[in-house]
């Protein structure tokens, strides 16, 4: 399969345009037919591009999306399709091509910058974190004024073409959402001498306890008030495994309407409090209010690892539990990997930073895979580039996906590039260099064609790197 393809735009216009008179939609069985004949009418009589056909081994992809503006009458007057721009696994990195509208349906009906519009939303929303098409000259002008970024010109078929890329800005909305109001928030608040500056979990001056405290979403505590519950003890953990830091207690405090609801949220907790071999110590509990949850957990550790600990030249690796699923009602989110472990399973992986003994490490949060890379790398006052085809995933897990959801258990660790685990990790977790840290700020994606699109343009927090 050719990584190239061809947009065509050209022609008349409609002489009695309706500006309403179609909707894009995904082509049917009949629908994929008139797409196709379209296509081989343009492009192989009209255009003269290809010789007999300008089918290829796209249109056989099961993957492949097609899109169809059809009349109201059920005339197809275009269609575009989408797909991995790579045959093997889907890396998030998505290609429109053949982008065709009829002869008598171009211009002035927008026929062409509605199919573009509804392709970059639909590989949005399968996942892609990249797409581009390669586009004839004459039709550069109008992908622009769609939003579109021109890379390359290139000579194709005869005729000049223009590479231009679609900027998607999911990681950049996601960490806009939950972590940029953090530094203006803060300023004043927190210490940025301490050197811990970033860090989920912080080590209590004079002693060798570290504590850290997370605070559940409101809505995740009402729709599902067991799980959260679970997960409140689990992210909390999380934050004291990344300083490599040992749990020996928890304190929790929980909002409710009434007993009965309580008794829900407490019942998720108490299960992972057993799971995890970790004490409830003590908390607050109020009813008669909307639900709440937050739970404070303490560490003991002389050792503690900072996420500040990253310089230019380390590499990146992540450490991952990939078994289990997304969490039912949170597909595309939220990944369970721990209801299903046992608890010697959940205890082990407390032993994944101290056997990797890196230089930084930070727990995958809210802000997601990238945006917490993006956190590491900031804290150390250096840039994150991570090579998509090496980020450990599951199968069944859309790229987009699993780079933005909170992954149940994920670490993003730097050290020098010949660092080794020091002892063995647990067997239920995968481990892999996968990017490194570079001068600059940011995070970057690298795709295997050496490109690196841009996933965080500057800090992610607004905390700014650790003293």
């Known amino acids: ?121 639909e590989a949005e929303s399968r ?39 679609w900027p998607v800005h999911r990681v950049q909305r996601l960490v806009d959402a939950t972590k940029a109001a953090l530094g203006p928030l803060l300023t004043g608040l927190v210490d940025s001498g301490a050197g811990f500056l970033g860090d989920d979990g912080a080590p209590v001056p004079g002693t060798d306890v570290v504590a850290a405290c997370d605070a559940i979403l409101p809505s995740m505590v009402e729709r599902d008030p067991e799980w959260a519950g679970w997960c409140a003890v689990l992210v909390n953990l999380n934050d004291l495994s990344a300083m490599g830091a040992r749990p020996v207690g928890l304190l929790d405090a929980v909002g409710a309407r009434d007993a009965s609801f309580a008794r829900r949220v407490l019942r998720g907790l108490g299960e992972a409090s057993r799971a995890w071999g970790v ?43 990939l078994g289990g699923g997304w969490r039912p009602g949170a597909t595309g989110s939220q990944w369970d990997s721990s209801t299903h472990r046992t608890g010697a399973e959940l205890r082990a992986l407390a032993d994944v930073v101290p ?60 050290d020098h590039r010949d660092a080794a685990p020091r002892t063995a990790l647990p067997a239920h977790v995968t481990s892999q260099v996968c990017g490194e840290l570079t001068t600059g700020t940011g995070v970057g994606l690298r795709w295997p064609d050496g490109v690196v699109t841009e996933a965080v343009s500057m800090t992610v927090t607004g905390l700014g790197a650790a003293s």
């Open 1 to 121: 399969m050719s990584l190239v393809d061809e947009v065509v735009l050209t022609g008349t216009r409609r002489t009695t345009p309706a500006l309403d008179s179609f909707v894009v939609v995904p082509a049917g069985r009949a629908e994929l037919a008139a797409y196709h004949r379209l296509r081989h009418e343009v492009f192989v009589r009209e255009q003269g591009l290809f010789a007999g056909s300008d089918r290829d081994d796209v249109d056989d992809d099961p993957r492949t999306v097609v899109l169809v503006a059809r009349a109201h009458d059920g005339e197809v007057l275009g269609g575009v399709r989408l797909h991995p721009a790579l045959s093997g696994r889907d890396l998030g990195w998505w290609r429109g091509s053949r982008l065709v509208v009829a002869h008598d349906a171009r211009l002035l009906l927008g026929v062409g910058a509605a199919l573009v519009r509804a392709a970059c939303a």
């Open 127 to 165: 996942g892609a974190l990249r797409f581009d098409a390669t586009v004839q000259a004459q039709a550069a002008a109008l992908f622009h004024r769609l939003g579109w970024v021109p890379r390359e010109r290139l000579h194709l078929h005869g005729r000049p073409h223009v590479l231009v890329d």
């Open 279 to 321: 004490p409830v110590l003590g908390g607050h509990t109020q009813l008669g209010v909307p639900g709440a949850l937050s739970v404070t957990a303490l560490g003991r550790t002389t050792t503690p690892v900072p996420g500040a600990g990253g310089r230019a030249g380390h590499a990146l690796r992540i450490t991952a539990d």
């Open 355 to 414: 056997a990797l003994a890196p230089a930084a490490a930070k727990d995958v949060s809210m802000s997601g895979l990238v945006g917490t890379a993006g956190m590491l790398a900031e804290a150390s006052g250096v840039r994150a580039v991570l090579d998509v085809a090496d980020v450990p995933a599951p199968d069944t897990a859309a790229p987009g996906d699993w780079l933005t959801c909170f992954p149940g258990f994920a670490m993003v660790t730097a």
